[in-house]
């Protein structure tokens, strides 16, 4: 499984944006993120061609939440993307980044006061309302026009994990149509005279595998909009059917291209529109994970290896303690998230041992159960693969290690683009 620009160089060695995986330990410390910024880059073209040429009119919206920084921001700004925030914090970074405003939603569901002002203040291209609460809040809070965009749970039970599914029935994401409230939603918005209802949303779950998943949300949602249209006449201009395609963790998986996915989906917008002869609207979708997943890679040095007596069913005996673990990337222990891991130095030679890849905190804290590398041993740097999305972002300082540094390469040029935390840093806050 090679991903972006990861290739073997002359020395044998795993090259990432050109830049050599063992000199880039060596210079910035491990663990250290790693961001392949062409393949990035690539993807977001590879986003944009796949939908506008089939449908100009696609809004390609980043979900920041997978991996937000200031150069992210900028990187997505300057490749022509919007950009979902759900939180004050992620909102903070992309103004900050100076993020062009009119393409920044806002999610979210529980937004606080603090952050619809923030929201308003800054004039965001759409808050996307999630509750009752919401309308009522922004009712008060808002004095000029102010676009917005309501979320719906299109009841799709999506395959994938339970705690990354968010359209189903009793999700708590938006606002449900089997018991009215997205009826009432609409009303109640429609009757607030400085919302500006862009549209609907809906946003059914991450990684998913099943581009069917994105045909019954694609066909709820227009069913959707059509019961709107019959009871109070408003016709969406836009419909976003949010993120949630699928990635490479392991040689196993085999998600759907982004062309495959946007002529599925657009396909499926266009019959369902067709069915309920329905104005076609405006298309939203927001990749996270199938954006950026693949661009990331973390580098750990070898701290020991160790032969455990006992022998599990289907797990190796050896074990690699490695430099990092659930602070740097919860995914494995939140979900039982799979990866795929690569020798540093020995790049090319044949994977020949078969590990348990561990983390060095305070709990069993496996990065991968069963990695397959060649032989290796204390002081060795691995590559874990697809790290891009959902690790930073969900990183922590448990047992007070500090986070580490993402650096960004390209073209045989490395740059930091988060600096390595500090003990200072872990300790800046304590009174
Ligand atoms: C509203 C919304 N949009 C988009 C996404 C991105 O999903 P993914 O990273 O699977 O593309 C998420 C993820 O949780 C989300 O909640």
Known sequence: MWLGTQRVNAR?????????????????????????????????????????????????????????????CQIIADEGLGLDVASGGELYTALQADFPRERIHLHGVYKTETELQMALQADIGAIVIDNFEEIRRLHALAHTPTPIMLRV??????????????????????????????????????????????????????????????VSAATAMVEFADTVRQRFGYIAPLLNIGGGLAVRYTPDDQPPSVQAYAQTLIGALREACEQYRYPEPALGVEPGRSLIAEAGVTLYRIGAVKQVPHEQPNLPRKYLIVDGGVSDNPRPQMYGARYTARHATRAAEPHTCTYRIMGKHCETDPIIDCAYLPETHTGDVIAVLTTGAYAYSMSSNYNRYPRPAMVAVRGGEARVIVARETYDDVLRMDR
């Open 153 to 214: 749970a299109p009841e799709v039970d999506a395959e994938t994990h339970p705690l990354i599914r968010t359209g189903q029935r009793d999700s708590k994401f938006g606002f449900h149509w089997l018991n009215g409230d997205a009826y009432r939603a609409v009303e109640s918005v429609l009757q607030t005279p400085t919302l500006m209802l862009r549209g609907f949303h809906c946003h059914i779950g991450s990684q998913i595998s099943d581009l069917s998943a994105f």
């Open 12 to 72: 044998g060695h795993l090259e990432i944006g050109g830049c050599d995986a063992l000199e880039l330990a060596e210079r910035f410390g491990t663990p250290l993120y790693v961001l392949d910024e062409d393949a990035l880059r690539r993807r977001c073209r590879e986003y944009r061609a796949a939908f506008e040429t089939l449908k100009p009119d696609t809004e390609i919206v980043y979900a920041g939440k997978a991996a937000l920084n200031r150069a992210l």
